[in-house]
DNA sequence: CCTGGCACTCAGAAAGCGGGAGTGCTAAGA
DNA sequence: TCTTAGCACTCCCGCTTTCTGAGTGCCAGG
């Protein structure tokens, strides 16, 4: 780890937080004057080029002011940054986002965009996996002659249906005493543990069981394949905000990042990466690995149900965002969405 | 409606054929190479000339080739255009994509990214309000003592869900009697009847009412009530794909047409239009009566169930977009949702 | 070690300059 | 009367040139 005079530090600072707000190379004479400092430009120079050496900032060109490196960034979030708590102000808005009684998947998936109006940058959100969590209860509806609804019900009152197509017609009291005897069965084991029996009961097509019994493990078999081959579960919010910040202008880039949003591959793997560890994590530039998201900064943080952690909420900006406020926003975010996950929790 | 002679109208086909081949204006000697025109560059320049005075092309300027105006566009699709239809191929692949036994709400969803992909321009979808939906069923199901989940069914197999806090815990049994007696009480009568009676009884609030019919009816009116303010009914994808388009890439223009997606309003608008008629329908620049679109065309139709109208797919793209494919490929989707989406319908 | 001064560099804007694509017009030919 | 070849003209585009100003690095004096 690099250490700087306090000097050089306290300088460095001003150079980032300047070139934060306007995007623009700053310069030794706008960094004194702009920063309030006591010395002048030509220490400033002296001080600057030591920091270039080190790798902190470099200039564009000759005769440009200083830019900073993601080794500058890096070093400002590590040691520099002082995340200032949000004003009241923010964090009642924010709360406010919580406070509605909506299906879980449904706010999970708002948060993205909740994020995205708030940061006015890409707000990204990973949805849990949902095989490790319980089953609770599987219901089958008759729609017509030969179409079944299949409604399944997570532990954490999640919500999965489809429509299947049965190869005979059954009467609703069959269906419902399909649906009671796969409930006894299974309610309360897990979705992945469910899945495991439900292949193995398949394939051994035992005698024993009761053909009704055997519609619904298929019937159900479908429902968990759907769910299996199912959507992306990674949302993205906000994507147009950065259009607004010049240095992601570039038509050929922007295509790349934009396209990563839509493939979600890429941000997937990050968001999983980051589910690992507890609190904010931050990937500046090409640290996240990805090429897309070479002019970008990531900043996560995962939430929990039950003090698990099964998501991670985010934000994706220019490497030049003002991360004290993004970092406060994802975190107090990722921790008001935990606690509207958790159980014993009041509406 | 302006009359041309053939050979006019010929090499205007030719010329806005070439211009959305290759987005640059064309000129007389390109033309005849081109379309294998069996007169001189001269006469093609007469002719250019004369289409330019009924206001169909125009030059960029003075010395640039010809491009067409909307009118130029608005007369080709009108006039000259041949539908042809698709190759079988893409025909397979399209009917490919409506064979999954998907949860219809998700199928129309999926539209948008299905259009997007084959047409390689920004897919839109205008999903059905609900209301005008026959209600089919509601279950309460206890997650917590202080969670119930509501789980409403519709007719056409749409599942909406939602959780709720009761202000005193109930048994699974007293649960299970509320809902018999609702669904006792409403099943069949359509979403907007079943609002409507709710709002009334629990004003009257009648002493008759047994309390747990009443508590099925207040829980159900917040599932309805959610429905109210609920998601919007658009589902826009793959707008990078505009980013492809030079002609596109103006960042303030390409700003404000994100933030039509995002926002929704306008282009929700506009499809709600295209509710009205049936068949495709084509909005090229300002004729869709929004700034944001002025420089984009876009292709609608729309869907139906059981033979009501109750949705909208669509297409956005540049004005040169190869209208004989796309109004092809959004007609064909049309078809296919409303196939899939109808009654009866084996899978 | 700080600072004023000074020469130097270089991106970016403004200006100048062909080259070339494409036009409109005219006059001759069918 | 319609078509076509010829020709002068226009004006965008890409190129180079020039100029300016912001910013630097370095030196020498405090």
Redesign the pocket.
């Known amino acids: 780890m690099v250490s700087l005079t306090p000097?050089a530090e306290r300088l460095l600072k001003a150079l980032i937080e300047q070139y934060i707000a306007d995007g623009?190379?700053?310069?030794?004479?706008?960094?004194v004057k702009q920063a309030g400092l006591?010395?002048?430009?030509?220490?400033?120079?002296?001080i600057?080029?030591d920091l270039?050496e080190l790798g902190l900032i470099r200039?564009?060109?000759?005769?440009?002011?200083?830019v900073p490196t993601e080794r500058g960034y890096r070093f400002f979030v590590n040691t520099l940054l002082a995340v200032k708590p949000l004003n009241t102000q923010d964090v009642a808005s924010l709360e406010d986002r919580f406070l509605t009684d909506q299906d879980p998947q449904q706010l999970i998936e708002s948060v993205s965009g909740l994020l995205s109006q708030v940061t006015r940058l890409a707000g990204i959100v990973r949805v849990p996996r949902r095989a490790g969590v319980g089953f609770l209860q599987l219901d089958f509806l008759s729609l017509s002659p030969t179409r079944v609804l299949v409604i399944l019900v997570a532990q954490d009152g999640q919500v999965m249906n489809r429509v299947i197509h049965p190869k005979r017609p059954y009467s609703p009291a069959e269906l419902q005493q399909a649906a009671n005897v796969f409930n006894g069965a299974y309610s309360g084991r897990s979705l992945e543990d469910v899945r495991r029996s439900l292949v193995k009961a398949l394939r051994r097509d035992s005698e024993d069981m009761q053909q009704i019994l055997r519609s619904a493990v298929e019937m159900a078999h479908q429902v968990f394949a759907g769910d299996e081959r199912g959507e992306s579960p990674l949302f993205v919010s906000g994507e147009s905000n950065l259009l607004a910040f010049p240095e992601l202008s570039d038509t050929e880039k922007l295509r790349r990042l934009f396209d990563a949003f839509t493939a979600k591959q890429d941000l997937l793997h990050l968001l999983d990466q980051s589910m690992v560890s507890q609190g904010v994590q931050i990937f500046i530039g090409a640290e996240s690995g990805y090429e897309a998201l070479e002019s970008c900064s990531v900043v996560t943080a995962p939430y929990e149900v039950d003090g698990q952690i099964v998501g991670t909420v985010g934000v994706v900006g220019p490497k030049r965002m003002s991360y004290d406020r993004v970092i406060s926003i994802v975190d107090l975010t990722a921790r008001l969405l935990s606690g509207a996950l958790s159980h014993g929790q009041a509406g």
Do not use: D, K, W
Request: net charge positive; hydrophobic share 25%.
């Open positions: 000097r623009q190379p700053v310069g030794s004479r706008t960094l006591e010395f002048s430009p030509a220490t400033v120079r002296n600057m080029s270039e200039s564009p060109h000759t005769s440009a002011g200083r």
